[in-house]
């Protein structure tokens, strides 16, 4: 079992940066490749980003594609979004999410994710 707690939301201006969290309990962090989905109010959720299992790869949503990025650190079992250049469209819900399969699938596989955050909310003023 996997419990991953998000932190680091929060209300920014246009223009600005936040750096999200993803804190993950147990010993097993490094088997899962790792990503960040956010939902919108009225809105799907939708993928992000996502990190392979051992940081070597990445990969983006084109909308937060040269703005957002993805890293984890395993040693400290956390996982982190850096988010400049925030848009007012950024407000989100933010979500962590972990997946015993490739980062390259997890944005076609949210349905099928292992665990999940409970979120951490952004709200970018313009």
């Known amino acids: 079992q996997v419990q991953l707690v998000e932190s680091g939301g929060g209300l920014v201006q246009a223009g600005g940066s936040l750096r999200l969290s993803c804190a993950a309990s147990?010993?097993?962090?490094?088997?899962?490749?790792m990503g960040w989905f956010r939902q919108a109010p009225g809105k799907e959720r939708e993928f992000e980003a996502a990190?392979?299992?051992?940081?070597?790869?990445?990969y983006y949503a084109d909308s937060v594609k040269g703005r957002f990025t993805i890293s984890r650190d395993n040693f400290k079992n956390t996982v982190y979004l850096q988010m400049n250049s925030l848009k007012p469209e950024d407000t989100a819900v933010y979500y962590c999410a972990a997946y015993g399969g490739t980062a390259q699938a997890m944005g076609v596989m949210s349905s099928r994710l292992d665990y999940w955050g409970q979120g951490t909310q952004v709200t970018v003023s313009s």
């Open positions: 990190i392979s299992r051992g940081g070597d790869f990445t």
């Open positions: 147990g010993r097993t962090f490094s088997r899962y490749a």
